[in-house]
C-alpha cells in the first residue's frame, strides 16, 4: 500500500527524529487534557479530542518512515496511513475516526451544537486507546522514537 500512495503523491518518505516525535506528543497531551475540559462545548470537545488523534495518527506514519502530502482529503489519508502502519490492531480506530472526521469538518466550518456530551466523551476515550496504542506500538517496533 505504502508504495501505491508513493506514486500517487498522497505520501512522501520521511525520517522521523524523536524531538519531533515528543513535539506531536506535547500536541497530543494537550488536546487531551483540553477535551476534558467540561467548560468547554461537546462541538469544541470533539474537535479538539479529534485533533489529538489526528496527530496520534501523524506519528504511527512517521515512524513508518512517511508523511501525508499536503493533499485534499489529508485528514483521512492520515488515519488511513496509521492503519497501513499498524496492520488489523488499529482497523476498528481507524474507521471510528473517519466517522468523526466528517463530523468535526462540519463543527470547523458549517455548523453549531453538532456533537453531543456522549460524542465528545467517546471520542475522547478512543484517542486516548488510540494514543496508548501507538505508544506501545512505537516502543515496540521503533524504540529508539519512543
Known amino acids: 500500500r505504502w508504495k501505491t500512495l508513493l506514486a500517487a503523491r498522497k505520501i512522501h518518505t520521511h525520517q522521523s527524529r524523536k524531538q519531533e516525535l515528543d513535539e506531536l506528543r506535547a500536541v497530543v497531551k494537550r488536546d487531551l487534557a483540553d477535551a476534558a475540559l467540561p467548560a468547554l462545548s461537546e462541538d469544541r470537545r470533539f474537535a479538539t479530542a479529534y485533533n489529538a488523534a ?10 513508518a518512515g512517511y508523511r501525508v502530502a499536503a493533499v485534499p482529503g489529508h485528514h483521512a489519508l492520515s488515519f488511513e496511513c496509521a492503519g497501513v502502519a499498524l496492520g488489523k490492531q488499529a482497523d476498528k480506530l481507524v474507521l471510528f475516526f473517519d466517522g468523526c472526521r466528517r463530523k ?21 476515550q478512543r484517542a486516548e486507546e488510540f494514543s496508548t496504542l501507538v ?7 521503533h524504540p529508539h522514537l519512543s
Do not use: F, H, P
Open 104 to 124: 468535526r469538518n462540519v463543527i470547523d466550518y458549517t455548523g453549531v451544537q453538532i456533537a453531543t456530551a456522549t460524542e465528545a466523551a467517546e471520542l475522547l
Open 135 to 141: 505508544e506501545a506500538w512505537i516502543k515496540s517496533a
Open 54 to 63: 489526528l496527530q496520534v495518527a501523524r506519528m504511527a506514519t512517521a515512524c
